[in-house]
């Protein structure tokens, strides 16, 4: 999933985790920042 921006972050590790995605392969780029 592409989420750029850092508010996102907490709503899509939440859709993951939802979704039954262990924590270790979440993985977030900071896109350069």
């Known amino acids: ?3 750029p921006t850092i ?3 907490s ?3 939440n ?3 939802s979704l ?3 924590p ?3 993985l ?3 896109f350069g920042d």
């Open 15 to 17: 859709l993951l985790e």
């Open 11 to 13: 709503s899509v590790i």
């Open 1 to 3: 999933m592409c989420a």
């Open 7 to 9: 508010m996102m972050n």
């Open 20 to 22: 039954g995605v262990e």
């Open 28 to 30: 977030l780029d900071d």
């Open 24 to 26: 270790e392969n979440i």
